[in-house]
Each structure stands twice: as C-alpha cells, then as structure tokens.
Nanobody, 127 residues
Framework: QVQLVESGGGLVQAGGSLRLSCAASGRPFSGLAMGWFRQAPGKERELVAGISKTGTTTYYADSVKGRFTISKDNAKNSMYLQMAGLKPEDTAVYYC????????????????????WGQGTQVTVSS
C-alpha cells in the first residue's frame, strides 16, 4: 500500500507561481510512476503532468506546457509540480497519483492506470 500526501496549494493571483509537493510512503519511490491530476467543479479529473519511474520521461497536458514543471526525487520519496504563469482556469483540486505497474520509461496517461491517490490540495487562481 502507498500513502500519498499533497501540500503547497493555496490562493494566488493570476500570473503568480505555486509549488505543489507530494510525499509518498509505503513503497520504494523509484518503483512508482507519478502523476498530477486536477479536477475543477463540474469537470472530469484530468492528467496535468506525469513522470516515469526513472524520472527521465515526462508528460504535460497542452494547457500547461511551458508553464508547469514536474519533477521527482527518488531519494526523498517526493514529487513536485512547479506552476508558473497561473491562470484562473488552473483553479482546481490537484491530486497526486502513483502507478506501480508501468514500464520504467513510460508515463501512464489514463486515470485508471494509477493505483494510488492522495486526498488533493486546492489551488485557486484569482483574476
């Protein structure tokens, strides 16, 4: 079993920055591919960014390319999402997720590929 705890959410003005963190426990972090999802009110949960077990392959949704950066520190059992140039449409609950089954260089992109989920952290961007 893997426990995931997100932190770093909050209220920020448009154009500002936030850094989300996800701390994992219960399984070697190097054996997990990780993803950041978000869900806005009335919308489906969507993958924002993902990173492979090795940390060498990343994925970004088109809506965040060039603004968000995902990273993974296997030694610290932690994953991060650096968000810059935030827009009101980035407002959502952000979830950390982990997948234990993917190949080392692959980034799972479907919600149902992820085995473990955190409780979420709210990000609100004001205009």
């Amino acid at each position: 079993q893997v426990q995931l705890v997100e932190s770093g959410g909050g209220l920020v003005q448009a154009g500002g920055s936030l850094r989300l963190s996800c701390a994992a426990s219960g399984r070697p972090f190097s054996g997990l591919a990780m993803g950041w999802f978000r869900q806005a009110p009335g919308k489906e949960r969507e993958l924002v960014a993902g990173i492979s077990k090795t940390g060498t392959t990343t994925y970004y949704a088109d809506s965040v390319k060039g603004r968000f950066t995902i990273s993974k520190d296997n030694a610290k059992n932690s994953m991060y999402l650096q968000m810059a140039g935030l827009k009101p449409e980035d407002t959502a609950v952000y979830y950390c997720a982990a997948d234990r089954s993917s190949a080392p260089l692959n980034v799972p992109t479907a919600n149902d590929e992820y085995d473990y989920w955190g409780q979420g952290t709210q990000v609100t961007v004001s205009s």
